[in-house]
């Protein structure tokens, strides 16, 4: 199996199981509104959604150009609003562990974009 096969269905698994879980446990809602995100109720759904559909066109290796720019900006989102008030509290150190999966999908995605012109790599 090629390499940038097997990040799609990686990432895509990881992002397919994340949107799962935001709408099979709905108390995760309280946790946006928390975090001040602006119309939590809305962007969790969007979210959500996007996580769903965004991760089975990664498995399915379709439109991926397509499906990396809102998961990027999700996992920008997730920095800012989870993990940088961790890196004001309590230091770089605790910053760089409870963001390490959010780093790593980060960069992974941008490394998916970055071989999207490679169509063959990716059949």
């Not at 890196?87 to 999207?116: E, H, K, M, N, P």
Request: proline share 3%; charged share 15%.
């Amino acid at each position: 199996m090629k390499p940038l096969k097997l990040i799609c269905y990686l990432v895509g698994f990881v992002f397919l199981v994340s949107g799962l879980m935001k709408f099979i446990d709905l108390s995760m809602v309280s946790s946006f509104e928390q975090m001040g995100v602006p119309l939590s109720n809305y962007v969790y759904f969007f979210v959500a959604l996007f996580e769903v559909m965004a991760g089975m066109l990664l498995i399915g290796r379709i439109f991926i150009h397509i499906s990396i720019i809102p998961l990027v900006f999700i996992m920008l989102g997730a920095l800012f609003f989870t993990k940088l008030p961790v890196l004001t509290g309590d230091g770089v150190f605790a910053f760089l562990f409870v963001s390490r999966l959010d780093i790593t999908l980060l960069i992974l995605l941008i490394y998916l974009w970055t071989q999207r012109k490679e169509k063959e790599a990716f059949t």
